[in-house]
């Protein structure tokens, strides 16, 4: 049982939409990610956060804007879209300087863009 | 720079082990992961093995680390058909990130 959890599993947003996307982590973990991942492409980091201050921003287009209120919960606000967008998020978590530092994922969110 | 590369598609039958290959571009890796993905779900932890290390058994996985040739390989012993999934292979470079394959679809054939 993860526990990493994510909120839509699955949305379908038209171009001119906006929305959000939620992760909360239940494993005392002080870093959380983005990732995104496409068909037929190896995963892509997109945002990384470490005791809420984000560290690492992939050039990621401005039309995607994260947020981390605190150490569990991480936010992925969705403005203009484009369809090639449509993916799975995929939110993971980790000890940041931890022994092993591994990533744990939450079940991602599959985003359709029209 | 980082890359890591595995094949695409593994096809076995119920019972046969499967070996899964990676290879990797970044010699200071620290840690190496196998991560497991089944239709519609997210990554589930495998296992991992340190960098010192070259070889790590639980129960059927056996993850095998060659640091010389930067080949790491999965062995899943007597496959299901609840092992179909996909598999990813996963170094952390030495800046912390996860730099990860494009992932092998494993099918088990009854």
């Known amino acids: 049982e993860t526990g990493v959890t994510q909120t839509p599993r699955h949305l379908v947003m038209g171009m001119t939409n906006k929305k959000s996307l939620k992760c909360e982590q239940h494993?005392?973990?002080?870093?959380m990610y983005w990732y995104k991942q496409s068909a037929k492409k190896p995963l892509e980091l997109m945002f990384v956060y470490n005791f809420k201050e984000q560290t690492e921003n992939n050039s990621v287009p401005s039309r995607f804007s994260p947020e981390c209120p605190n150490s569990s919960h991480l936010f992925l606000h969705l403005h203009t879209l484009q369809p090639e967008d449509s993916a799975l998020y995929l939110c993971?978590?980790?000890?940041?300087?931890?022994?092993?530092?591994?990533?744990?994922f939450g079940p991602g969110t599959r985003l359709l863009v029209l | 720079g980082e890359d890591v590369e595995q094949s695409l598609f593994l096809s076995v039958r119920e019972g046969d082990s499967s070996v899964i290959n990676c290879t990797y571009t970044?010699?200071?890796?620290?840690?190496l992961y196998w991560y497991k993905q089944e239709p519609g779900a997210g990554l589930q932890l495998l296992t991992y093995?340190?960098?010192?290390?070259d070889m790590k058994q639980d129960q059927r996985l056996t993850v095998l680390l060659n640091k010389k040739d930067k080949h790491l390989s999965l062995r899943i012993a007597d496959t299901q058909t609840g092992d179909s999934a996909i598999y990813f292979c996963?170094?952390?470079?030495?800046?912390?990130?996860?730099?990860f394959g494009q992932g092998t679809t494993l099918q088990v054939k009854p």
């Open positions: 970044d010699s200071s890796s620290t840690y």
């Open positions: 093995i340190f960098s010192n290390m």
């Open positions: 494993l005392g973990h002080n870093a």
């Open positions: 993971a978590s980790s000890q940041w300087a931890g022994v092993e530092e591994t990533q744990y």
């Open positions: 996963a170094e952390r470079s030495n800046t912390g990130k996860l730099i």
